[in-house]
């Protein structure tokens, strides 16, 4: 029997998601885990080894479900492990572990300019470069001898199969290692002694090895199980929209959201991009993806916001039930004058030094929700023309289940053709397509409608008391 399965192992920094595809690309299996953090001793880690553990019980459990063929791992671009000696040499570091003021100083003054590396200086540890530095300053001698840089999707890849890899989506997401304009590692890296550091060059969907018995013996998979290099997820949420019969060619921009929500622009063929390496916008950003190419992209961290301004709401922006409730206190929100202003995670997105407060927050929760929605909407929509977003918009990941956000968003762009997918995991689906290229989305796109109500005003509003109207 022919070995059709594929597995797509989602590593992100809120949950671990472990997916089982058929060739035809009917998602059969899901599993998740909710991503915690160590104490490394001198900074905050990624819990590498419970991930593991998570992970053999799951590949078990997925071996058993039918003939397994391929594994291929998908992540979030803000972590990397380096191994020595053939081995994890530390616990990978957590983005959110705040680097000390001497080394952010120095790492700030040496980083590159936008236009070398299409990267701007973001907060905590999200530019990796900054990880790297601040690993450096507490162990000296840890990128020295046969030290290898891997990111966080070809840590996985390595660890099955026991051969390292870059890949080039996951070096261009903010990491301040690779240039753009060149197709190589950055100066910045290449002056630090990282970009010799870093494991060899493979495509996402090359094929790195096969499992290792030490993971055959754990989970019972095949010997000959493929195991592939992988991508970086947000990249893979626009490769699965690319392929959709209502994008693919045209001008489009995808919005996948999570912890984060990503706008990335899939320009059309002959846009010109020279406005690109220009002086940055704060949260904007040139990823690159899977072929190389340049992508146009903003980000915020809408799930951590969303998360935090519905605390103590006892309801959810993405809650089935209350929905059609959200949806109608929209008005009653608007009459009020109820708003949002940026930003309630510091460092982060287009308003990165400003401090996010409420403007009359109502007490009834359903008005608070439809209000988090609008805010959510307005964002996106002000980062949506910092990178000439335009023409069709894709809404993927978690909060394409949030009507009140995804209908605002849709009244702010009136003149787009706003979808949201109605797929649950388009990332996982994205990756998967990377090794069954002419499989086809299960569901349609859904159109979304906009608002009854206008928000030119409310928009108009928000703008000046961030001082941006004209």
Not at 359 to 373: F, L, S
Request: aromatic fraction near 6%; charge should be negative.
């Amino acid at each position: 029997m022919p070995r059709s399965l594929t597995m797509v192992l989602d590593f992100g920094k809120t949950t671990s998601k472990a997916t089982l595809w058929t060739s035809t690309g009917d998602c059969i299996r899901r599993e998740t885990r909710a991503t915690r953090k160590v104490d490394a001793g001198s900074y905050t880690a990624l819990d590498v080894n419970g991930i593991e553990t998570w992970l053999a019980e799951v590949l078990a459990d997925f071996a058993a479900a039918g003939p397994v063929g391929s594994i291929i791992p998908v992540a979030h671009g803000a972590a990397a492990a380096i191994l020595r000696d053939g081995r994890l040499a530390l616990p990978p570091m957590d983005y959110e572990c705040e680097p000390p003021e001497v080394v952010r100083d120095a790492y700030l003054n040496d980083r590159d300019r936008f236009s070398w590396n299409g990267s701007p200086p973001m907060g905590l540890g999200l530019n990796l470069g900054m990880q790297l530095a601040h690993l450096e300053w507490l162990y000296p001698e840890l990128l020295t001898g046969d030290a290898t840089i891997l990111p966080w999707a070809q840590y996985w890849s390595w660890r099955l199969c026991g051969v390292a890899a870059s890949e080039v989506s996951s070096l261009g997401s903010h990491t301040d290692l690779w240039s753009p304009r060149t197709g190589r590692p950055s100066p910045l890296a290449v002056r630090r002694g990282w970009a010799a550091r870093l494991a060899p060059l493979r495509h996402a969907s090359d094929v790195l090895g096969t499992l290792l018995p030490e993971w055959v013996a754990r989970t019972g998979l095949p010997c000959d199980v493929k195991v592939h290099v992988g991508v970086h997820d947000s990249n893979a949420a626009l490769h699965a929209a690319r392929t959709r019969p209502e994008i693919a060619g045209t001008e489009a921009t995808v919005i996948s959201t999570g912890t984060w929500f990503v706008a990335m622009r899939s320009p059309g063929i002959g846009a010109d991009l020279t406005a690109l390496y220009r002086a940055p916008n704060p949260g904007c950003l040139i990823s690159i993806d899977p072929t190389g190419a340049p992508v146009p992209t903003a980000l915020f961290m809408g799930g951590r916001e969303i998360e935090i301004l519905c605390e103590g709401l006892q309801i959810r922006l993405d809650d089935g039930v209350e929905q059609e409730s959200i949806i109608d206190a929209v008005t009653d929100c608007l009459a009020s004058g109820a708003m949002i202003l940026p930003t309630m995670v510091r460092g982060t997105g287009p308003f990165p030094d400003r401090i996010g407060r409420w403007i009359d927050r109502p007490a009834n929760p359903c008005q608070a929700a439809a209000a988090i929605g609008l805010y959510a909407a307005l964002v996106i929509d002000h980062m949506l023309d910092r990178i000439g977003a335009r023409d069709t918009l894709l809404v993927e990941g978690r909060f394409a289940n949030a009507p009140s956000f995804v209908r605002a968003l849709a009244t702010l762009r009136r003149g787009a053709r706003v979808f949201v997918s109605a797929a649950d995991g388009d990332v996982s689906f994205g990756t998967f397509l990377l090794l069954r290229p002419g499989a086809a989305p299960s569901k349609a796109l859904l159109a979304v409608r906009p608002l009854a109500s206008d928000l030119t005003d409310y928009r108009q509003l928000w703008l000046r008391r961030l001082e941006l109207a004209e």
